[in-house]
């Protein structure tokens, strides 16, 4: 990470946070274990491109730091952020490793924002959810305009439903004035040396505060002539991507596609009979220069062909010795990462294997199991038949397997 002083003393500062787990998203029908909502694509580029270019847009921003899982070196990060638009402007950006909690995430960003700015400098600073990609110019420049006024701005609405406070047993304790409340969203815009000392008082009192704005109301103003955060106007459609539906529904269509996919493998003794990843028991297994296992490589291919990022032999070229007695379930992991990456998901799987012996349906269940975990769903999204070749042609005969597969993707 640079620390050279930045050159623009007179623009602003923003932070991005992107260093959350995504629980709540994946938790609720999202795209796979693991995936990181702020990664998804849209709009050309991803979800944190799609933030950090509306402030690109309506700011001369001087420095910009992005803070990313601690669990991870940033990689990621740094991909969805320069995708889309305005990758010359962004070059300069700083990628910082998050903390346990968003408050630790935003202290560490602004931490290495001090470094780079001059020691005079007292610019304002936009705090943002990465995940918050529908923000427009006008809301950023009503929070600019109210920060430079009062030091403080966030943009809040007023909610549509009776709030109400209740105890521990669920009952209602307090009737609240609907008038007076709002929620607040992001950007959260601050004086920066103000927020900066007060994440450090909140730090050293071992606070834990919702977000920036209580811990300016609780560090920042008690100690400064400075007033509370000034509420400006927010609008519904800056909403932040928390569950699956916020991602499929915002103005978006969502997309279908379907995949085939199809292997055959002639069956010789000596080696393994490999299917879904699951060991088969029989005197006869697959031929072939990875372990064999038809049925993965014939579900690689479906998924492959339906995100249109290529096919099995393109990624793993039969001739390279480096795919020699491949695990076919690590392959098909490879290429599902860079599906689930584009933003696909898993509608369903079905599979027909050709097969004279061993019988299947013994394995069956253990078999969709395993191509579930592969592909981070469900095992009821995942179906295998078998059919025999009625002792005609290479499969009846027992000299080869054969296996097509269908999948649908959804995104």
């Known amino acids: 990470m640079t620390t050279t002083k930045t050159k623009n003393a007179d623009g602003f500062l923003l932070v991005l946070v992107a260093a959350g787990s995504s629980s709540r998203f994946n938790g609720t029908g999202g795209n796979g274990a693991g ?15 799609e933030a950090a270019d509306a402030f690109y847009g309506a700011l001369p921003l001087s420095a910009v730091a992005v803070a990313y899982p601690m669990t991870d070196d940033g990689t990621d990060a740094r991909k969805a952020f320069f995708s889309g638009n305005n990758a010359e402007k962004k070059s300069g950006a700083l990628f910082v490793p998050g903390g346990k909690t968003r408050q630790e995430s935003v202290l560490n ?9 001059p020691e005079n400098a007292d610019p304002l600073v936009f705090i943002h959810d990465g995940a918050r990609p529908f923000i427009t110019a006008d809301t950023i420049n009503a929070a600019k305009d109210a920060a430079s006024e009062f030091g403080a ?3 809040g609405m007023q909610p549509t439903d009776t709030q109400n406070e209740i105890d521990a047993d669920g009952f209602i304790k307090k009737h609240l004035v609907r008038s007076s409340l709002c929620a607040v969203q992001t950007p959260q815009v601050f004086r920066f040396r103000e927020i900066l000392e007060g994440h450090r008082m909140a730090r ?9 704005t209580q811990i300016w109301d609780d560090f920042v103003v008690p100690k400064t002539a400075l007033r509370a955060v000034k509420v400006v106007p927010g609008k519904e459609s800056n909403k932040k991507i928390t569950f699956a539906g916020d991602y499929k529904t915002e103005d978006r269509k969502m997309e279908i596609r379907t995949g085939l996919g199809y292997d055959k493998h002639a ?12 060991e088969i028991p029989s005197d006869k297994g697959e031929d072939g220069h990875s372990d064999g296992d038809v049925l993965l490589h014939a579900v ?17 070229p039969p001739d390279d010795e480096k795919w020699k007695d491949a695990d076919s379930k690590e392959l098909l992991k490879a290429v599902w990462k860079d599906v689930r990456n584009a933003g ?6 079905d599979c027909v294997i050709a097969l004279e012996k061993p019988k299947f349906l ?12 592969i592909l981070g769903c469900k095992p009821e999204q995942v179906f295998v038949k078998a059919k025999t070749g009625e002792k005609l042609g290479d499969i009846g005969q027992r000299r080869a397997v054969e296996v097509w597969a269908t999948c649908l993707l959804q995104r």
């Open 362 to 373: 013994p394995h069956r269940d253990e078999v969709r199991q395993s191509i579930a975990e």
């Open 153 to 155: 701005a966030v943009p």
């Open 300 to 316: 690689t291919d479906a998924v492959l062909g339906a995100s249109a990022l290529g096919d099995i032999g393109s990624y793993f």
């Open 109 to 117: 960003a602004l931490e290495a924002l001090e470094k780079i700015i």
């Open 35 to 49: 995936t990181k909502k702020e990664y998804l694509p849209l709009n050309g580029g991803t979800v944190l491109s």
């Open 204 to 212: 050293k009192a071992k606070a834990e505060c919702t977000d920036d």
């Open 267 to 278: 069956l010789v003794e000596g080696r393994r009979l490999m299917l879904g990843g699951i």
């Open 344 to 349: 696909w998901e898993i509608g369903n799987v």
